[in-house]
């Protein structure tokens, strides 16, 4: 099936209802999202020549016309290429080309930017900005009263991963992929209500916008704030103006709304779901982000190769504070989702027995096809239909997936494994860190040695024997740190999450 077939009926059910807001201002009902898709679909068509199966790419700042786009795309059969508005513009050359993209929305910023890589552009590509009067007479035009009818492994969405080592990775999602996705969110992570309101203060163009599916099918809200992003402020006051409003947010997202909400005494009034994920939640923030906040908290683990899908710690686990091992639960990412299997695999790709770390694998509808022209890539990260993600975990006797870390990011000193999550939970307890990431840095007689990078809080000052000894009362001496680095800020990629190959590029020089 063709997944805009869920605005096609959602239009035709409630055609009133609205459907894309920017702020509190409402953009355009049902009726008008759906045959503006249908409209700039059929401009793909007529004056470009976007075929079925065509890739179109997306390199543009969160706004409304952002969903028109996607689901004008997928109205024709063609497959949308998101690109994160915050890369350069030659990183968006490079993606448009690998992909071959026929054509690239971009907003006036963007263009720029691709203007100035289009030497690393194919000759053929053409652009669109979705702030001229060109597309805005797109949208108004006329087109196809439904989808184009698509087969379930067809390509749908073509997400190029992050790309913290090497050139990215386009990974293939195909419309059975994203339905999938979008039963497992109802199932395990938020069930959408009509009334809800899916604010996209993180990139549409990542796991934010994957989450539109669902709101779509059920007739809700889609609003993109007026800043365009995350605006911790801007949230809060939303929530209390809309109502009902789910979002997902990236970890460190959380911590500053939860600062913010303490900062003017607030509780998210509104806010009905945080949705985090895409990187660790340690112990202490989400005990905190619920003491400010209240149980309005949702964990998803997944991977752009397992879109949102891999296991999910839902709310009635966040509630549950009478079960013996609440506390292991909530440092815990959960169960596998309703169409996944997880298992932990040892260094010969074996399965382990419960309690036992290892690699973090995971088989099932949501899997991608594959990765887009890298057939060395697939062989090495799908065997069997199991998904080799990379990272080290372990499951208990119930099911639930405890992270460790990155299986590179593992420090070996003296020959023994130390995962840097178990350093970083325990630095991050002390009131006087704010932030904090583990590295292992090459030492000649022990392999490698645990170095802190840590950011301080406003005024605490910078005492190596003071987080040594805050160390030492919670995890094995061997584990803590032999250095501590006191920075400003830690390495971000444009998701949020910490870029431990710049920490560690940084500590070589």
Same mark, same amino acid.
């Given at each position: 099936?063709? $997944?805009?077939?869920?605005?096609?009926?959602?239009?035709?059910?409630?055609?009133?209802?609205?459907?894309?807001?920017?702020?509190?201002?409402?953009?355009? #009902?049902?009726?008008? *999202?759906? &045959?503006? /898709?249908?409209?700039?679909?059929? %401009?793909?068509? &007529?004056?470009?020549?976007?075929?079925?199966?065509?890739?179109?790419?997306?390199?543009?700042?969160?706004?409304?016309?952002?969903?028109?786009?996607?689901?004008?795309?997928?109205?024709? @059969?063609?497959? /949308?290429?998101?690109?994160?508005?915050?890369?350069?513009?030659?990183?968006? +050359?490079?993606?448009?080309?690998?992909?071959?993209?026929?054509?690239?929305?971009? !907003?006036?910023?963007?263009?720029?930017?691709?203007?100035?890589?289009? +030497?690393?552009?194919?000759?053929?590509?053409?652009?669109?900005?979705?702030?001229?009067? !060109?597309?805005?007479?797109?949208?108004?035009?006329?087109?196809?009263?439904?989808?184009?009818? =698509?087969?379930? !492994? #067809?390509?749908?969405?073509?997400?190029?991963?992050?790309?913290?080592?090497?050139?990215?990775?386009?990974?293939?999602?195909?419309?059975?992929?994203?339905?999938?996705?979008?039963?497992?969110?109802?199932?395990?992570?938020?069930?959408?209500?009509?009334?809800?309101?899916?604010?996209?203060?993180?990139?549409?163009?990542?796991?934010?916008?994957?989450?539109?599916?669902?709101?779509?099918?059920?007739?809700?809200?889609?609003?993109?704030?007026?800043?365009?992003?995350?605006?911790?402020?801007?949230?809060?006051?939303?929530?209390?103006?809309?109502?009902?409003?789910?979002?997902?947010?990236?970890?460190?997202?959380?911590?500053?709304?939860?600062?913010?909400?303490? &900062?003017?005494?607030?509780?998210?009034?509104?806010?009905?779901?945080?949705?985090?994920?895409?990187?660790?939640?340690?112990?202490?923030?989400?005990? #905190?982000?619920?003491?400010?906040? @209240?149980?309005? *908290?949702?964990?998803?683990?997944?991977?752009?190769?397992?879109?949102?899908?891999?296991?999910?710690?839902?709310?009635?686990?966040?509630?549950?504070?009478?079960?013996?091992?609440?506390?292991?639960?909530?440092?815990?990412?959960?169960?596998?989702?309703?169409?996944?299997?997880?298992?932990?695999?040892?260094?010969?790709?074996?399965?382990?027995?419960?309690?036992?770390?290892?690699?973090?694998?995971?088989?099932?509808?949501?899997?991608?096809?594959?990765?887009?022209?890298?057939?060395?890539?697939?062989?090495?990260?799908?065997?069997?239909?199991?998904?080799?993600?990379?990272?080290? @975990? =372990?499951?208990?006797?119930? @099911?639930?997936?405890?992270?460790?870390?990155?299986?590179?990011?593992? $420090?070996?000193?003296?020959?023994?494994?130390?995962?840097? =999550?178990?350093?970083?939970?325990?630095?991050?307890? %002390?009131? !006087?860190?704010?932030?904090?990431? /583990?590295?292992?840095?090459?030492?000649?007689?022990?392999?490698?040695?645990?170095? +802190?990078?840590?950011?301080?809080?406003?005024? +605490?000052?910078?005492?190596?024997?003071?987080? #040594?000894?805050?160390?030492?009362?919670?995890?094995?001496?061997?584990? &803590?740190?032999?250095?501590?680095?006191?920075?400003?800020?830690?390495?971000?990629?444009?998701?949020?999450?910490?870029?431990?190959?710049?920490?560690?590029?940084?500590?070589?020089?």
């Amino acid at each position: 099936m063709n $997944i805009a077939q869920w605005l096609a009926a959602t239009a035709r059910l409630h055609p009133g209802a609205p459907a894309l807001l920017t702020g509190t201002r409402v953009d355009a #009902d049902y009726a008008t *999202f759906a &045959r503006r /898709a249908a409209a700039v679909g059929a %401009h793909l068509v &007529r004056e470009h020549g976007v075929m079925p199966g065509d890739r179109i790419a997306l390199f543009a700042s969160n706004c409304t016309q952002y969903l028109e786009c996607l689901y004008g795309i997928w109205w024709i @059969g063609a497959a /949308a290429i998101p690109i994160n508005a915050k890369l350069h513009g030659k990183e968006a +050359a490079w993606i448009c080309s690998n992909a071959e993209a026929k054509l690239a929305f971009v !907003d006036d910023d963007s263009r720029q930017a691709l203007l100035e890589a289009r +030497a690393d552009l194919l000759p053929s590509i053409q652009m669109m900005s979705i702030d001229s009067d !060109d597309y805005r007479r797109a949208r108004e035009g006329k087109g196809e009263a439904a989808p184009l009818p =698509r087969e379930i !492994d #067809d390509l749908a969405w073509l997400f190029y991963t992050s790309g913290t080592t090497g050139r990215p990775k386009g990974v293939m999602l195909s419309h059975g992929n994203l339905v999938a996705m979008s039963v497992c969110y109802i199932a395990d992570v938020d069930p959408p209500m009509p009334d809800d309101a899916s604010l996209y203060a993180a990139p549409i163009s990542h796991g934010a916008g994957l989450y539109n599916f669902p709101h779509v099918r059920m007739g809700g809200r889609h609003v993109v704030p007026e800043s365009g992003g995350f605006e911790p402020e801007e949230v809060l006051a939303l929530g209390k103006q809309l109502g009902n409003v789910v979002m997902f947010a990236a970890p460190t997202m959380v911590r500053r709304l939860v600062d913010a909400a303490k &900062r003017l005494g607030e509780t998210g009034e509104g806010l009905r779901t945080i949705i985090y994920g895409g990187g660790p939640m340690y112990l202490a923030d989400i005990q #905190d982000a619920i003491a400010t906040m @209240g149980q309005k *908290f949702v964990q998803i683990y997944g991977q752009g190769e397992s879109p949102m899908t891999i296991t999910a710690l839902g709310r009635r686990w966040h509630e549950d504070v009478s079960h013996p091992r609440y506390l292991e639960r909530l440092a815990s990412a959960g169960p596998a989702q309703s169409v996944m299997e997880v298992r932990i695999t040892d260094a010969d790709g074996k399965p382990v027995p419960a309690g036992e770390t290892g690699e973090i694998e995971a088989k099932g509808a949501a899997v991608m096809l594959g990765y887009w022209n890298n057939p060395k890539a697939n062989a090495d990260t799908l065997k069997d239909g199991w998904l080799r993600t990379g990272d080290v @975990g =372990r499951l208990d006797e119930d @099911g639930f997936l405890t992270l460790s870390d990155r299986s590179k990011d593992v $420090i070996i000193s003296g020959g023994t494994n130390i995962y840097p =999550r178990e350093v970083e939970e325990a630095l991050l307890t %002390h009131p !006087d860190v704010r932030e904090v990431s /583990a590295i292992g840095v090459p030492e000649p007689d022990w392999g490698e040695i645990v170095v +802190a990078c840590m950011v301080l809080k406003d005024g +605490a000052a910078a005492d190596d024997s003071k987080f #040594d000894a805050h160390c030492l009362a919670s995890i094995a001496r061997f584990k &803590r740190p032999k250095r501590y680095v006191y920075l400003d800020a830690l390495p971000k990629n444009n998701y949020g999450k910490v870029l431990k190959t710049s920490l560690r590029e940084m500590m070589a020089k």
